[in-house]
């Protein structure tokens, strides 16, 4: 290398300044294809899908007719089977997450639970379908019904509520620990007083993430035979009498938004793909707004605690 | 009940640590020590860093029983009573030892629930008393008058020095009968450190005060008693103004006289 | 100083009396205090334990369930005949059993896949972690993110609907339904889970690396290739197989444009059904529970979680030794 005189050795530079800037330039070019398949993916639905949506489309039951067809009961479906999936998998996950952050010692069990939850974050969803087909189905009766497609959901997202809230607790520098057992806490004291309240805006973001995945779901709630065509909604949960509250709702049979956008969607007739993508667009909306209200909050608490 | 160093001071123990050993995982951090603390003065531990003074300022109050591998041998008398003993339960250890950290790290709370959480702990929760003892330990820290119109604001809007003292005055509204000072002006500047240790040497009346501090000069210039520690003993255990003045150990005098640490 | 007080003696019922009314006041206020205070911590922590150990329950469940249902589909289908038949007929009069069709099915539609995401995953990945400003990483992050967000159905309606007509312009032979733009889009789908974790991984080699390798002269691309990418390699790795495992198990895209049809594939334009298509195939018509049908969606269920779980759990160690190293 000494033979070489500054000439070569400027050469040299340029060309790997070259190469350098080529591959940014791919970097870029990479990032741009990715979040250009992103807009005409939402695009393609909104052009495609936009002259069916009207305020008769959100308030009708599906028909043969295409442009008589409407998502009335997937999204009354879509929300309730939220409610069941939210009520279930948020508790359990958290729980899981103290108990995994704040409690576990490190030993065999704790790490075949930490490999498990890591596991059960990759199993393929269609296998918790299969999974709540014979247990919830069969096993325990529940039937084709709102309470099962939830129950299935949250057992879904529990992995990502669970890795959420572990980092949320993480994320809670250990002198404050420190300062309310200094105090005379109690380990439950000390989390319910101070660890949960201080995570919560995590916790929520997380939980809004994993319910997010949860609503675009279809695999599983196909599964367990969540029917296509419904021209009914549940059961109230208001009553007028005492107890002026029911649950007859959770044994509902029901449908869901990507579940009636898939059945439009697999039709040959393409009247009923326009109905498809504007249910698609609806549902791309939901997924956007929560993912939104999710990096909102995520801001909103990282701006307001400064440790 | 009193206790007599070699060359004829006496004083009123409180605490007395006895033959204490202490071991994080296989590694010893404390090596025999013995130690006695004397009532409602302020004892500073001090040496180069590693010694263990602050390890053995976390025995008194339990710390380490937080993480899994330390362990304890020997005593620490409270009262006649092994604090240090296994049966004796951590969480009434610390309900009367209370701790001052090094970094301030006061809640993400209020202000006032800020102080009033060490009696909130204790099931208390009646406004009126909250409301006087979170006074009183307010005043007791200095603070009352630069809070005492914004008692609902977060605690983390304060300065460095101020959450410090109001860090101190969440260790002191429960009574304490010793505090534990972790290097406390370690994180200050040095108007908030002076206003600190201002503070320090007016508690003395009221409790036992156990500092750990990194300055000489600290040491020196308001602490009754000064233990020095090196390599995990306890080497040299005085009145501050005899150990500053005629050390009786080598390591001492170097590490005073700033030759070694 | 006395000796030892009786260990069982409560410490704080020794205490002074000033904390009166505030404190505990009497030993038999103290003991019962602590007892409760004792069993409620205990309860909360058994409550909070089978809170995470129900995590290991259904992992549990799945595999009891799955093979439950196998087992009876092997009591009447050899499972040699479930690995070499080369046809997957079982809807038919003439039903056969041979999971390959699905296999390839399923290989074929991955592969297209991580053809696409792995090349691209890298380099957004290399290209977030070493040559990108923190604005622009912090906008983009996200936005990539969104990717993995969108509901997979409304992929395959994309794939179906937009992509496939866009493809049969430039290759005519190609079929309505076809594994190649099902694949393409599920390569885009999944580049967010290589990007992430592998800029993850090399965002934690220590910055002291690249110092060094700046020092001698290198460029960004030279440090990055030759430096941060072999010292992150297990977490890319990592990436590269859990991205497989989310491929092999991705269920509505290919149910929705890579067809329903169980042949063994060559070509990515034929069309050919996945396992997971399959299941949802069997799903959606009404088939009796305890009939050879039904369990053969079990079956091909089982299948597909040894596939998967192999391929998580090698992932998991390789991310878990990434995290060891630094």
């Known amino acids: 290398m000494s033979s070489l005189n500054l000439e070569e050795i400027r050469r040299n530079i340029n060309r790997r300044q070259q190469i350098n800037k080529i591959f940014a330039i791919l970097g870029l070019l990479v990032i741009f294809v990715a979040i250009l398949t992103l807009l005409g993916l939402i695009l393609e639905m909104v052009i495609d899908g936009h002259s069916r949506i009207s305020p008769d489309f959100f308030t009708s039951f599906p028909s043969r007719k295409p442009e008589k067809a409407g998502i009335l009961a997937a999204w009354v479906g879509t929300s309730l089977v939220m409610v069941v999936t939210a009520v279930a998998a948020v508790p359990l996950g958290v729980a899981a997450a103290i108990y995994l952050e704040e409690y576990a010692r490190k030993n065999l069990l704790a790490d075949l639970i930490e490999i498990n939850v890591t596991n059960l974050a990759g199993v393929p969803s269609i296998v918790y379908g299969l999974l709540a087909l014979g247990l919830f189905v069969y096993q325990f009766n529940l039937g084709e019904s709102i309470l099962t497609a939830g129950l299935t959901l949250a057992l879904l997202i529990l992995p990502v509520v669970i890795v959420t809230t572990r980092e949320a607790l993480r994320a809670i520098p250990n002198n404050l620990r420190e300062a309310a057992y200094a105090l005379g806490a109690s380990k439950w004291q000390m989390i319910w007083d101070h660890i949960l309240p201080y995570s919560f805006g995590s916790i929520l973001t997380g939980a809004i993430v994993g319910l997010s995945r949860a609503i675009g779901e279809t695999a599983p709630i196909i599964t367990i035979g969540a029917l296509t065509f419904i021209a009914f909604l549940p059961d109230s949960p208001l009553r007028e009498e005492f107890p002026y509250i029911s649950f007859a709702w959770l044994q509902a049979p029901f449908t869901v938004m990507p579940i009636q956008m898939f059945n439009w969607v697999s039709r040959p007739n393409a009247e009923f793909h326009i109905n498809a993508a504007a249910a698609g667009t609806v549902l791309i909306g939901m997924t956007l707004m929560m993912n939104g209200i999710a990096i909102y909050l995520r801001y909103l608490f990282r701006k307001d605690i400064k440790w | ?261 | 100083m006395g000796g030892q007080c009786p260990p069982t003696l409560s410490l704080l019922s020794l205490r002074p009396l000033r904390l009166c009314g505030l404190l505990y006041m009497t030993e038999q206020k103290t003991l019962p205090s602590k007892l409760v205070r004792n069993i409620r911590e205990k309860s909360i922590e058994l409550i909070l334990f089978l809170a995470a150990f129900s995590s290991v329950a259904t992992t549990v469940a799945i595999l009891f369930i799955l093979i439950k249902e196998s087992l009876a589909f092997f009591t009447q289908i050899s499972l040699w005949d479930f690995l070499t038949d080369t046809q997957w007929t079982p809807l038919f009069g003439d039903a056969h059993y041979g999971i390959l069709p699905l296999l390839t099915g399923t290989l074929m539609t991955s592969m297209v896949a991580l053809t696409v995401a792995i090349p691209m995953g890298t380099i957004a990945a290399i290209y977030l972690s070493e040559f990108a400003s923190n604005t622009l990483r912090e906008i983009v992050k996200p936005c990539l993110e969104l990717l993995a967000a969108i509901p997979t159905v409304v992929y395959g309606y994309f794939a179906l609907l937009f992509v496939s007509p866009l493809l049969q312009k430039v290759f005519p032979e190609l079929s309505y339904f076809n594994m190649l733009s099902a694949g393409l889009v599920m390569g885009i789908m999944i580049i967010p889970f290589i990007s992430s974790i592998s800029e993850d991984a090399m965002r934690s080699v220590p910055l002291g690396l690249r110092e060094g390798s700046y020092a001698m002269g290198a460029t960004r691309l030279q440090t990055a290739l030759k430096v941060v990418f072999p010292a992150g390699i297990s977490g890319i790795s990592a990436a590269y197989i859990l991205a497989t495992s989310r491929a092999v198990g991705e269920t509505m895209i290919v149910a929705v444009a890579a067809g329903l049809q169980p042949k063994i594939v060559w070509h990515p334009f034929q069309q050919g059904a996945t396992i997971t298509a399959y299941i949802v195939q069997v799903s959606l018509g009404d088939l009796p529970h305890g009939t050879i049908e039904y369990q053969t969606i079990f079956a091909a269920g089982l299948t597909l979680v040894l596939m998967t779980l192999v391929l998580n759990i090698i992932g998991h160690f390789l991310a878990k030794h990434y995290r060891e190293i630094y």
């Open chain 2, 1 to 261: 009940m009193a206790e007599e160093l070699s060359d004829g001071v006496i004083f009123k123990p409180k605490a007395e640590v006895k033959n204490l050993n202490f071991y994080y995982g296989s590694v010893q951090a404390l090596k025999n020590i013995n130690l006695t603390v004397p009532e409602k003065q302020v004892t500073a531990l001090i040496g180069p860093s590693g010694c263990g003074k602050t390890t053995l300022l976390r025995c008194f109050n339990r710390m380490h029983d937080l993480y899994p591998g330390n362990r304890y041998e020997g005593q620490i008398l409270l009262e006649r009573i092994n604090i240090l003993a296994p049966k004796v339960d951590p969480i009434e250890v610390r309900m009367r030892i209370s701790m001052v950290f090094q970094k301030p790290n006061p809640f993400p709370k209020s202000i006032y629930e800020n102080v009033a959480y060490g009696l909130r702990v204790r099931g208390e929760n009646k406004r009126s008393l909250l409301d006087g003892k979170v006074e009183e330990a307010l005043r007791g820290a200095a603070l009352w008058n630069e809070v005492k119109d914004r008692l609902n604001d977060l605690a983390l809007n304060l300065s460095g020095g101020q959450q410090q003292r109001l860090c101190i005055a969440r260790a002191l509204v429960v009574d304490p009968e010793i505090v534990l000072f972790d290097e406390p002006t370690s994180a200050l500047d040095p108007i908030a450190t002076a206003s600190i240790e201002e503070l320090m040497s007016d508690l003395k009346d009221k409790v036992t005060i156990l500092i750990v501090t990194h300055s000489m000069q600290q040491a020196a210039r308001f602490s009754d008693y000064t233990a020095f520690m090196y390599l995990g003993e306890l080497l040299e255990f005085n009145k501050t103004e005899t150990m500053f003045a005629k050390p009786s150990h080598k390591m001492t005098e170097d590490y005073i006289s700033g030759r070694t640490g």
